[in-house]
């Protein structure tokens, strides 16, 4: 399961992603696919409905997309048609390292607060011969420590 999802993951870092045209985009298919059944002319609503399942499939081509600068260009003509500008909408268009980066800081912060949390408990032992971190519940007195990584063995006091 990691694996797929570590997959996943990989395949969506550099997606475009959504924003305020493709959501229009794929409103607009969406209504005209429910609209050719009501037209009475079957070749008027096969039409009406290949134009909505063109844009849905369009809009989902954006959002998959990897060229994000062309994709932040064609949302903002959308949007100053509308007479919106790009950074009052609520939608981010951050540059992928930028992203990446605040990800990265996220991550450290959660292992920091989980390295807290595990020093309540335990006590924490670097390994003589290879820096690796050992923990140690505390309250055991003097113990001899074998190392995870490298089957070092010291002594320390919990």
Do not use: W
């Not at 409905?49 to 499939?57: K, R």
């Not at 992203?99 to 020093?119: F, G, P, T, V, Y």
């Amino acid at each position: 399961m990691n694996d797929f999802k570590r997959k996943l993951e990989e395949f969506f870092k550099d997606r475009y992603g959504t924003d305020q045209l493709s959501v229009f985009m794929s409103f607009i298919g969406l209504v005209f696919i429910f609209c050719s059944s009501v037209f009475s002319s079957a070749e008027l609503g096969a039409i009406i409905s290949i134009i909505g399942l063109a844009l849905l499939i369009s809009s989902s081509a954006r959002v998959l997309s990897k060229n994000t600068s062309q994709r932040k260009k064609e949302n903002d003509v959308f949007l100053s048609f509308f007479g919106r500008t790009s950074s009052s909408s609520g939608f981010s268009y951050e540059k992928s390292e930028n992203r990446e980066k605040k990800e990265k800081k996220e991550r450290e912060k959660q292992a920091k607060k989980a390295l807290k949390e595990k020093l309540k408990t335990h006590a924490l032992f670097y390994c003589p011969n290879c820096k690796c971190k050992c923990f140690v519940p505390k309250g055991k007195g003097k113990v001899r420590i074998t190392c995870p990584k490298c089957g070092e063995k010291f002594i320390g006091k919990t």
